[in-house]
């Protein structure tokens, strides 16, 4: 079974920074993306960054220059460096890892930016 577990959520005011972590069961994302989605409420789930097998990053707009996205392949593991932080950003973030066809989720873990 695959299992996505995110770790780093939190309380932070604004300004502030945090690190998301998320590390895989498998090792079946190794040739494939792997990146970080947020949910706020009332608003639908959208890309916040992912990062390729071959390490090419993506990052939505709202967060570029912002917030860092890496990978440990031989851990498995996915990471979300996210400095000045903002009450925008405030979401449930979720860990995605892509295999093929499939796209597997972390429980998420809440971000909470105070103003």
């Known amino acids: 079974q695959v299992q996505l577990v995110e770790s780093g959520g939190g309380l932070v005011q604004a300004g502030g920074s945090l690190r998301l972590s998320c590390t895989a069961s498998?090792?079946?994302?190794?040739?494939?993306?792997m990146g970080w989605y947020r949910q706020a409420p009332g608003k639908q789930r959208e890309l916040v960054g992912s990062?390729?097998?071959?390490?090419?990053?993506i990052y939505a707009d709202s967060v570029k220059g912002r917030f860092t996205i890496s990978r440990d392949y031989a851990a498995n593991a996915v990471y979300l460096q996210m400095n000045s932080l903002n009450p925008e950003d405030t979401a449930v973030y979720y860990c995605?890892?892509?295999?093929?066809?499939?796209?597997?989720w972390g429980q998420g873990t809440q971000v909470t930016v105070s103003s």
């Open positions: 995605m890892g892509s295999s093929g066809p499939y796209v597997y």
């Open positions: 498998t090792n079946i994302f190794r040739h494939n993306a």
């Open positions: 990062i390729g097998a071959d390490g090419n990053r």
